[in-house]
């Protein structure tokens, strides 16, 4: 114990942060009542109250209270990572504002609107509703939807609305594998949506909200608008305005794709990298202050001033946030001479940033961010040990080049988890893109604060050659042969699995400890047999489904490790097969091996065939009765998909179909069409199921 309260003098915050995150952690695995809310909250009280009993009682006199008492403090502070991240939750507010029967709503834009086709969407806090002429205060924020064509109708930050709303819960996916929208948007406390039309709302015309952020998202909108002034091509403003602003809303996804596949996609999103950089070129501008005396303590509020104005100026974003608080505390710390534990520093940001949201635990890029900071704490000086070279300069070259690699492995198995690819050339992508990023950053700055004349317009003429340049040598290094190695799943168990062997194994020969050498050997057999396993079962299962995707159809014909799709799309690029039904045939089959089929294409695979309205599969039999074809129903199907609203009646049938067979119908049919199809299959007693609002329906045989 007495070793434990020694580390916890040094880093203090480490042990905090620990018993936070293990708070928030049990909301994931535990479910949310009010009961429970209510008696952890009646334990954290009493716990609070013992633990101030022994501050009074003993005032700390008493040492060998000392462990006691600070077990007391962390198990509050597990008590309190619970409530926080429970009491905005509209099971535990009681005053949100889905528990009035009300859809006159009245609050303001708390995010920054952003514009999609004739689609407006963006966050809305809710301040009241109103109920018999009368506004009731509430709380929560709201998903707002709008479709208009008129276009000036211009929302923004602080605009304070009336809106007639029937506002419903975010959808849960309905596919395999699909992303959890509903789950994502709670982490950002907003748990309802509503989609409007432009005469649902009106503008009270008062502005409210936080106006120092307002006045931010203007500002940006401004710097914004001039890169597009500056520069011809609209990749080049917009990679400009991502990397010096945080603005993303303008990035086109092809270019997302190429910094994603070369391990630079980190670039794109403003974090310590950016931060550091604007940092390093406000303390050089004042280096002249830093001699002692008064002028050490007025450059120390104008650095914090800079750097806390730039977070402000790219939306807050949890990145940002973590540096700027990082950076913060080691300028603090080095103008009053105090040396400070890189750990405990780091653990400190994240402790005060969760506390402020603990959502961000949940975040990606909170993630990965502090991730890759405590990889350069704790690995980069370990790697630059490996090697030292002669030359000063080829140790400094070494030292950036164990930098980026302590980084990335930090990083690597979260990088499977969520993105299911590791670039394999994350390396010289990372090397080349550090300089010219940092170029841009400097003169995208100084774009921004000359006057457009002559002058600037040479300068944005040469930037943009140079953006045009950059992209293009990663567009070459996306393409090299096995430029990244995709379809990656893991389980969160694998993951944490994988981590378990690179901790024990770096500590091993860190420390030379065997013990730990032999759990690392354990852990890599353990690892290995699982995903053994799971490759076994990929390649020795079969599975049909039919996807959840509104009135459009796809179905996915697994057989083995090679992955059919069925559907009437024109291409697999189209937004539903990417975001629906691609992350499913991923995960379950070997998607190189991918045969897109469309409708209606005659085609046939060992036990597959498809021919018009009717799929075989391995022994069984799919039949598609189509409202808008007349193909007829020739034989005894085991599934009966029904779409586009068919006008013949299920008693019809009775003659082509077996008592197994299963009714599905789709969302390509009208509520109408579903009741009726639903009452004469009760009546019949055939089964029946329905994907409209539904989940997908699987089969699978192994």
Excluded at 338 to 364: E, I, K, W
Excluded at 402 to 428: E, G, K, R
Excluded at 526 to 545: D, M, P, T, Y
Aim: positive net charge.
């Amino acid at each position: 114990m007495s070793r434990f309260i020694n580390y916890h003098t040094q880093a203090p915050f480490v042990s905090f942060l620990l018993a936070l995150i293990l708070g928030i952690g049990i909301t994931y695995f535990i479910p949310l009542s009010i009961l429970t809310y209510r008696f952890i909250l009646i334990a954290c009280l009493l716990l609070i109250a013992c633990f101030f009993g022994l501050a009074i009682g003993t005032k700390w006199k008493v040492r060998y209270l000392y462990g006691p008492a600070f077990i007391i403090f962390l198990t509050i502070l597990i008590c309190f990572g619970v409530l926080l991240n429970w009491k905005s939750n509209p099971v535990i507010d009681h005053r949100h504002f889905s528990h009035y029967q009300s859809n006159h709503l009245l609050g303001f834009v708390s995010g920054e609107p952003k514009v999609k086709g004739e689609i407006i969407s963006t966050e809305m806090t809710i301040n009241y509703v109103k109920i018999k002429d009368e506004y009731k205060p509430v709380r929560g924020k709201l998903l707002l939807k709008i479709k208009t064509k008129e276009r000036d109708l211009l929302l923004h930050y602080g605009d304070e609305l009336r809106i007639l709303s029937n506002f419903k819960r975010l959808r849960q996916p309905y596919n395999p594998h699909e992303f959890d929208y509903a789950v994502y948007m709670s982490h950002r406390g907003i748990w309802h949506e509503t989609f409007l039309t432009s005469d649902a709302l009106s503008k009270t015309g008062r502005k409210t909200g936080n106006p120092l952020i307002g006045y931010a998202l203007e500002t940006r909108k401004k710097m914004v608008e001039k890169f597009n002034r500056y520069f011809k091509s609209k990749e080049s403003a917009a990679l400009l305005a991502t990397l010096v602003l945080g603005y993303r809303a303008s990035l086109e996804k092809e270019l997302i794709k190429v910094f994603s596949a070369t391990g630079t996609i980190h670039i794109l999103a403003v974090s310590g990298m950016h931060v550091g950089i604007v940092f390093a070129l406000f303390a050089f501008c004042l280096q002249w202050m830093n001699k002692g005396g008064w002028l050490r303590y007025i450059r120390l509020l104008l650095l914090l001033l800079f750097i806390w104005a730039y977070a402000l100026l790219t939306g807050f974003a949890p990145s940002v946030l973590r540096a700027a608080f990082m950076i913060s505390i080691f300028i603090i710390g080095n103008t009053l001479r105090r040396a400070g534990n890189g750990y405990n520093n780091l653990a400190a940001s994240a402790f005060f940033l969760l506390l402020y949201n603990p959502g961000f635990l949940r975040d990606v890029g909170f993630q990965l961010s502090y991730l890759a900071v405590l990889g350069i704490i704790w690995l980069m000086p370990l790697l630059s040990e490996l090697v030292r070279f002669k030359y000063e300069l080829a140790n400094k070259g070494w030292s950036y080049v164990s930098m980026s690699c302590a980084a990335q492995l930090a990083n690597f198995p979260l990088v499977l988890y969520y993105f299911h690819l590791f670039p394999v050339y994350f390396l010289p992508a990372n090397l080349f893109i550090t300089l010219p990023v940092s170029l841009l950053i400097y003169a995208g700055f100084l774009l921004l604060m000359l006057p457009l004349n002559k002058f600037t317009y040479g300068m944005a003429d040469i930037l943009e050659q140079f953006v045009l340049f950059v992209n293009r040598v990663l567009v070459r290094i996306e393409q090299w042969p096995l430029a990244t190695v995709k379809s990656i799943w893991l389980t969160s168990y694998e993951y944490l699995m994988l981590y378990l062997v690179m901790i024990t194994l770096v500590l091993a020969f860190q420390f030379s400890r065997k013990q730990l050498f032999y759990v690392s050997v354990i852990s890599i057999l353990v690892l290995g047999l699982i995903v053994n396993q799971q490759l076994w079962s990929k390649h020795n299962s079969n599975r049909l489904i039919i996807f959840n995707v509104n009135d459009q159809m796809a179905i996915g014909l697994i057989n083995g490790a090679k992955p059919i799709l069925y559907s009437n799309a024109d291409s697999i690029q189209q937004a539903f097969i990417q975001y629906s039904v691609i992350p499913a045939l991923e995960a379950y089959s070997s998607i190189q091996y991918l045969s897109f089929i469309k409708e209606p294409v005659k085609f046939h695979l060992n036990d597959i065939s498809i021919t018009n309205n009717h799929l075989q599969f391995m022994e069984k039999q799919l039949l598609i009765l189509d409202g808008r074809k007349n193909h007829p129903i020739a034989t005894a199907p085991d599934w009966l998909l029904i779409r586009n609203n068919p006008k013949r009646p299920l008693d019809s049938l009775l003659g082509t179909l077996k008592k197994s067979t299963l009714l599905i119908l789709d969302g390509s049919n009208s509520r109408h069409t579903i009741d009726r199809w639903r009452a004469d299959a009760e009546r019949l007693n055939i089964e029946f199921y329905c994907l409209k609002d539904n989940f997908a329906y699987v089969w699978g045989a192994k």
